[in-house]
């Protein structure tokens, strides 16, 4: 089992850049994948970006070439750097792990939440 915290999240405005972090506790972090989601207003939660075991990555296209996923095991933390954010990545931003090596796109892949970060995008 893991416990997730991620963190990060601010007001920005549209053109800035942000960094969230997701801490996870308990020796065994190497194994998940970890996926970063996104809950807007009046919407679904949404597949952001993900991160294997081994640094396989798959993006969303909504951010790809502007968002990027990493992890550092050593330190049980995965990351998620937004560059060139706009109003529409306004969202509670939340961290996810699953205890699997396949890199999976839904909400119900994924067993463990933190409990979200709000990032806010001014124009």
């Known amino acids: 089992q893991v416990q997730l915290v991620d963190s990060g999240g601010g007001l920005v405005q549209a053109g800035d850049s942000l960094r969230l972090s997701c801490a996870a506790s308990g020796r065994t972090f190497i194994r998940y994948t970890v996926g970063w989601f996104r809950q807007a207003p009046g919407k679904e939660r949404e597949f952001v970006a993900a991160v294997s075991r081994t640094g396989t990555t798959r993006y969303a296209d909504s951010v790809k070439g502007r968002f990027t996923i990493s992890r550092d095991n050593a330190e049980n933390t995965a990351f998620l750097q937004m560059n060139s954010l706009k109003p529409e990545d306004t969202a509670v931003y939340y961290c996810?792990?699953?205890?699997?090596?396949?890199?999976?796109?839904?909400?119900?892949?994924?067993?463990?939440w933190g409990q979200g970060t709000q990032v806010t995008v001014s124009s």
């Open positions: 996810a792990a699953r205890d699997s090596y396949w890199v999976r796109l839904e909400v119900n892949d994924y067993d463990y």
